[in-house]
């Protein structure tokens, strides 16, 4: 796999940091994608509550963690 772009990589690694494994992450950035589609103005604590019932519950967002993933999806 090719070297990820900063701002991607320091997302990922929040990730990490915050317990995720590996190989959970991209399903987790997928459905958080997914999320702010449905809903683009969703808050960090209204994105881990629809991760919550999603059955992502071994993570929580911080705003930080939030702003950097929706700063990667316009990137995109």
């Known amino acids: 796999m ?3 772009p900063d701002n991607k ?3 990922v690694s929040r990730l990490e940091r915050k317990g995720l494994e ?3 992450i991209p399903g987790f950035i997928w459905m958080l994608k997914r999320c702010l ?3 683009p103005d ?3 604590l ?3 509550q629809r991760l919550h019932s999603l059955g992502w519950n071994d ?3 911080d705003y930080h963690t ?3 993933a929706i700063a990667n999806f316009e990137a995109e």
């Open 2 to 4: 090719g070297r990820l």
């Open 9 to 11: 990589q320091i997302f």
């Open 22 to 24: 590996k190989s959970t």
């Open 37 to 39: 589609q449905d809903n």
């Open 42 to 44: 969703m808050n960090h």
């Open 46 to 48: 209204e994105a881990n």
């Open 59 to 61: 993570v929580d967002l």
């Open 66 to 68: 939030m702003q950097l």
